[in-house]
């Protein structure tokens, strides 16, 4: 029977020992033996086949630019309450990654970037107006990555805050319902406004119009007092060449054909 379970356990121990790991391109690996690392370079693993031993265990850190995303509930400066989606574009300095897992473990990201971007992110929103937040994204986007970024470099962080976005602001139901309902009140009100503005300006132009008329009735009047053979020069100029076909004085109008 041992004979038997010798090759077994032979073949088992060959396979432990001749264990290994891959270590792709953008990533640090960190050896392990027993949970513990060794000094220098030893327990980092360049992208490649790495052979692996017993109690040995390999972690893998990625050093490509990349992101991490968020989602956080803050509140306005007019105490409403906001969740903001969004993500954090970063690297992970590739000759800090034995010392990161030292301190921090394979779960690097949540102590070393979510920590200080939550409060930094309810700091800034804090300054903001729920409706101008809405409005400002881009203005409050920009100042919460500038505090993020000094934030790492004056901590001497071993990660490089590349830039910062936030997809969604939502709010309370209610509170949007109220928001909608204020924006359709403006635009009625604007509407309104202008509808009396075009009232007022048609009644404008009715008046200049008005005005025109009559300063032309006053210079007609002005020029038959000066000569009253206006009139039969404008008729001269009508007149089509033939001859009436009515008569009258005033009065009565006969057809020429029976007064001849």
């Given amino acids: 029977m041992k004979n038997k379970l010798t090759p077994v356990l032979a073949t088992i121990l060959a396979g432990m020992l001749t264990a290994c790991t891959v270590v792709d391109e953008g990533e640090i690996g960190v050896k392990t033996w027993f949970g513990k690392t060794k000094e220098g370079d030893k327990s980092l693993l360049q992208p490649g086949i790495h052979a692996m031993g017993i109690g040995t265990e390999s972690f893998k850190f990625n050093v ?15 105490i409403q309450e ?76 071993p990660v490089v805050i590349e830039g910062l976005h936030i997809q969604d602001i939502a709010y309370r139901k209610e509170f949007e319902d109220s928001v909608e309902r204020k924006v ?56 089509d060449g033939k001859t009436p076909m009515v008569v009258g004085d005033g009065q009565s109008i006969l057809p020429l054909e029976k007064t001849r």
């Avoid at 989602?71 to 007019?78: I, P, Q």
């Avoid at 010392?99 to 102590?111: A, I, S, T």
């Fill in 184 to 239: 359709i009140a403006q635009q009625d009100a604007m509407q309104e406004k202008f509808n009396t503005e075009k009232i007022i300006e048609q009644g404008r132009q009715k008046v200049e119009l008005a005005k025109a008329e009559a300063e032309a009735i006053e210079e007609l009047s002005k020029v038959l007092a000066r000569n009253p053979n206006v009139i039969n020069w404008e008729i001269v100029k009508k007149w």
């Fill in 82 to 157: 906001a969740t903001l989606r969004g993500s954090v574009v970063l690297h992970l300095q590739p000759e800090e990654v034995l010392n990161v897992f030292r301190k921090y473990g394979k779960n690097w990201e949540m102590q070393i970037v979510y920590q200080p971007l939550l409060p930094i992110i309810k700091a800034e929103i804090g300054q903001w107006d729920a409706i101008k937040l809405v409005e400002g994204r881009n203005e409050a986007t920009q100042k919460i990555e500038n505090a993020l970024v000094n934030y790492f470099k004056e901590k001497n962080l």
């Fill in 64 to 78: 490509r630019t990349h992101k991490i995303d968020f989602e956080t509930a803050t509140y306005t400066k007019d």
